[in-house]
């Protein structure tokens, strides 16, 4: 079976545009989860959702939202980029809110 | 609020080793514990998690965890060290008994020596 994926892999901007980062959950998972890890630090977690509908939210700005799809695949953007926005960017899915997370390989996004 | 601390960002042991990486929690609830491994240019892969329940807990390739509560501590061990280990080891924690909203350490790089 397939495991979380994410694309692009690697993705590279410049300050200010807005980039979208793509996520598709382990089959029949409901639930997705986004982490930021900056290098050298621990992921942060930044939002979840669960059925199409926000569960959680951490402590990042306006700039980032994200949705999910029928097809419980989800999308993060990050509008108005800034160099401390690079990072390597984690989607996780689960069967249900409250279950286990698996992790995927992540999208390393570097704003020059 | 929910906080983990791991001591030692670095640590180095050699083949056949004991590995012991520490982390302590602070958390205002009974909390979940999880052990996450990130080989280099990867995702996160569960080692092991506490829930409830017993309170040492057997994972992946050979690694285990205690929670004791009045430590706030749920390192992690492995009698002997291979080569393979060598990764970033993230200790995380989630209150209120659900699994979203993982909070994580800043990881132990573990670094294994021939």
């Known amino acids: 079976d397939a495991g979380v994926t994410q694309s692009p892999t690697h993705l590279i901007k410049t300050r200010g545009q807005h980039v979208t980062l793509r996520c598709s959950p382990i089959?029949?998972?409901?639930?997705v989860s986004w982490y930021q890890q900056v290098l050298g630090q621990g992921p942060q977690f930044i939002f979840q959702y669960y059925e199409k509908e926000e569960r959680g939210r951490g402590n990042f700005p306006d700039r980032f939202s994200a949705r999910q799809f029928p097809n419980y695949s989800s999308e993060l953007n990050v509008n108005a980029l800034l160099l401390g926005d690079s990072a390597l960017y984690l989607c996780a899915s689960s069967l249900e809110v409250d279950n286990e997370q698996f992790f995927g390989p992540g999208t390393r996004l570097t704003v020059l | 609020a929910q906080s983990v601390t791991q001591l030692g960002s670095h640590v180095s042991v050699s083949e056949g080793a004991l590995v012991l990486l520490r982390c302590n929690y602070s958390?205002?609830?009974?909390?979940?514990l999880f052990w996450y491994v990130q080989y280099p240019n990867q995702g996160l892969q569960l080692l092991l998690k506490?829930?409830?329940?017993?309170?040492l807990v057997k994972g992946i390739n050979g690694f285990e965890a205690e929670f004791k509560k009045s430590e706030t501590s749920f390192h992690l061990t492995k009698p002997s060290a291979h080569m393979s280990d060598a990764a970033e080891y993230f200790c995380a924690v989630n209150s209120g008994g659900s699994n979203y909203k993982l909070t994580f350490g800043k990881g132990t790089l573990l670094t294994v020596n021939p």
């Open positions: 506490y829930t409830t329940g017993a309170t």
């Open positions: 958390s205002s609830v009974p909390p979940y």
């Open positions: 089959s029949g998972h409901k639930s």
